[in-house]
């Protein structure tokens, strides 16, 4: 299995600007979640999944994120407009039961 | 509410040295509890859990025993290397999702 897939892995844009993360998770695995990593706050859950259907998005900083997940094999998150205190790196992982979680290798995101 | 405290880091140690990173917890009820690691550039991996009191969990020369007396889940090594050099999150199960501490960075040197 090739495991999460996150793209891009880099992302430098600039403020104002909308962007897209992207996230493949393991077939299979009915959870997913995406997280967000700084030195400042550590790793915060922004929002999960499962079966596809949003579950808790209490994380989710304020309305210029969302998140969806149209099938089971594909999420994308999206911040519009973009500033730079958004900047942070991006993790998205998928399990099939909560306990063990598959890590995607994170989306490094800079806003200018 | 569930919440996990680790010891501050960051931590260095020499080669072949004795690790232990401490880890508490605070929950109704008794958690099932683990160890990530993250090493550099990477996503977090499962190292170990445990699921009930005294279990113990162990991965890679890592162990860690649940302790529901002390609420704690501390993680140790008899003698760590170079490449255990990495980011240790300890976390619990919260409802439906996991509860992570801060995590703790570890530098392992020659």
């Known amino acids: 299995d090739a495991g999460v897939i996150q793209s891009p892995r880099h992302e430098v844009t600039e403020m104002g600007q909308e962007v897209t993360l992207r996230c493949k998770p393991i077939s299979g695995h009915d959870y997913l979640f995406w997280y967000r990593q700084t030195m400042m706050r550590g790793l915060e859950l922004l929002i999960y999944?499962?079966?596809?259907?949003?579950?808790?998005d209490s994380g989710m900083p304020e309305d210029r994120f969302s998140a969806k997940m149209p099938n089971a094999s594909f999420s994308t998150l999206k911040i519009q407009p973009s500033e730079p205190r958004d900047s942070a790196v991006y993790f998205c992982a998928s399990s099939s039961s909560v306990d063990e979680q598959f890590f995607g290798p994170g989306t490094r995101l800079t806003v200018l | 509410g569930d919440s996990v405290t680790q010891m501050e880091g960051p931590v260095t140690l020499s080669e072949e040295a004795f690790l232990t990173i401490n880890c508490t917890y605070t929950?109704?009820?008794?958690?099932?509890l683990f160890w990530y690691v993250q090493y550099p550039g990477e996503g977090l991996q499962l190292l170990l859990k445990a699921t009930k009191a005294d279990d113990k969990g162990s991965n890679k020369g890592f162990e860690a025993t649940y302790r529901k007396e002390t609420t704690s889940f501390h993680l140790e090594k008899g003698s760590v290397q170079v490449s255990d050099s990495a980011v240790y999150f300890c976390a619990q199960r919260g409802a439906q999702k996991l509860v992570f501490g801060q995590g703790t960075r570890l530098t392992i040197n020659p």
């Open positions: 929950a109704t009820g008794y958690p099932s």
């Open positions: 999944f499962n079966n596809n259907v949003p579950i808790d």
